[in-house]
Structures are given as C-alpha cells and as structure tokens.
C-alpha cells in the first residue's frame, strides 16, 4: 500500500483533523508502542500499519 492510499483511508475513516491526531498521538501496542507516524517513520509497511489501526479502532471490515 502507498503511503497516499493509507492517509488517504485514515482521512476517510476518521476524518482529516482526527486522523492527523490519532497518528501523531495514540499509541498502538501492535506496533510494539509505537505511534502511526513514528512505525512509518521507521520503516514499517504501510499496510501493516493500516491493519493495526483497524485492529485498535475496530473499522469495519469492509474499510481494510
């Protein structure tokens, strides 16, 4: 997945402003503690980032 296509469907599921707050802000333990932005900057792909925030947010399935 691009990195377009997962801010793109984090716009989408939580809205822009949200969005930017649940990546800069929340912590995922999936992502071993990590922030979405801090498992991207690392280098973490970005489809396994996306299905971590499905998993803590339960989006629905049809969103994955």
């Known amino acids: 997945m691009r990195l377009t ?3 793109s469907r984090m716009n989408r599921q939580f809205g822009t402003e949200y969005a930017e707050s649940v990546a ?3 912590v995922l333990g999936s ?3 990590a922030t979405v932005e801090g498992a991207l900057a ?3 792909d ?3 980032v996306w299905r971590a925030v ?3 947010f ?3 399935a ?3």
């Open 58 to 60: 339960d989006v629905p």
């Open 5 to 7: 296509e997962f801010w």
């Open 46 to 48: 970005a489809k396994a």
């Open 62 to 64: 049809k969103e994955h």
């Open 24 to 26: 800069r802000d929340h």
């Open 42 to 44: 690392r280098g973490d």
């Open 31 to 33: 992502l071993g503690g």
């Open 54 to 56: 499905c998993q803590e």
